[in-house]
């Protein structure tokens, strides 16, 4: 069974910083490609960042401040999330994607952590 459970979420205010967990199990954790979404309140879930094949991506809104890794001996992914900005408020979630052979894909998703960003 496929789990993706989020932790680390809070109240933090701008400027200031955390650090995002993901715990998966039920899957091949090396091989999937891990991402973080997020989606605030009246608008649509966006990429954050995303971890696979050796590469890594962030979105344009993100990038020099936050940082993501992975464990693969712990199965846990992460997200440091540094100079932190009232619009980074959200719920933030952690996806797992992978594929088999021929082509099957697998997409799974944690139930999310809330962080918010406000003095």
């Known amino acids: 069974q496929v789990q993706l459970v989020e932790s680390g979420g809070g109240l933090v205010q701008p400027g200031g910083s955390l650090r995002l967990s993901c715990a998966a199990s039920?899957?091949?954790?090396?091989?999937?490609?891990m991402s973080w979404y997020r989606q605030a309140p009246g608008k649509e879930r966006e990429l954050v960042a995303s971890s696979g094949g050796g590469s890594k991506n962030y979105a344009d809104s993100v990038k020099g401040r936050f940082t993501i890794s992975r464990d693969n001996a712990k199965n846990t992914f992460y997200l440091q999330m540094n100079s932190l900005k009232p619009e980074d408020t959200a719920v933030y979630y952690c996806?797992?994607?992978?594929?088999?052979?021929?082509?099957?894909?697998?997409?799974?998703w944690g139930q999310g952590t809330q962080v918010t960003v406000s003095s």
């Open positions: 039920g899957f091949t954790f090396s091989s999937a490609v």
């Open positions: 996806k797992a994607h992978w594929r088999t052979w021929p082509g099957t894909q697998y997409d799974y």
